[in-house]
């Protein structure tokens, strides 16, 4: 069974960084994409930024120049580099990927959410 188990969240004052950690672990045979998503009090669930397997990055216009987006395929982790941070990133960040099981098809899969609070 495919597991994603996420690290780093915390409080962090505004202007400040953070670095999330998502990894996945069981019977993979492939991994297609890995990102992260957020959710704030309130709000829907949006994307933050993804990165292929083979290294393409897209980032949600929010935090472009400030996140950056990176993956160890030999690890089956992918890690988010918070910088900058303001308090309007505050949210339960997701890690999400799209991959393969060994012997199955390719499903999509959520980590538990780990909290990021910006706040002075």
């Known amino acids: 069974q495919v597991q994603l188990v996420e690290s780093g969240g915390g409080l962090v004052q505004p202007g400040g960084s953070l670095r999330l950690s998502c990894a996945a672990s069981?019977?993979?045979?492939?991994?297609?994409?890995m990102g992260w998503y957020r959710q704030a009090p309130g709000k829907q669930r949006e994307l933050v930024a993804t990165?292929?397997?083979?290294?393409?990055?897209m980032y949600a216009d929010s935090v472009k120049g400030r996140f950056t987006i990176s993956r160890d395929n030999a690890k089956n982790t992918v890690v988010l580099q918070m910088n900058s941070l303001k308090p309007e990133d505050t949210a339960v960040y997701f890690c999400?990927?799209?991959?393969?099981?060994?012997?199955?098809?390719?499903?999509?899969?959520w980590g538990q959410g780990t909290q990021v609070t910006v706040s002075s």
């Open positions: 990165i292929t397997n083979r290294g393409m990055t």
């Open positions: 999400n990927t799209n991959l393969r099981e060994l012997g199955g098809v390719a499903k999509n899969y």
């Open positions: 069981g019977s993979i045979f492939s991994i297609y994409f």
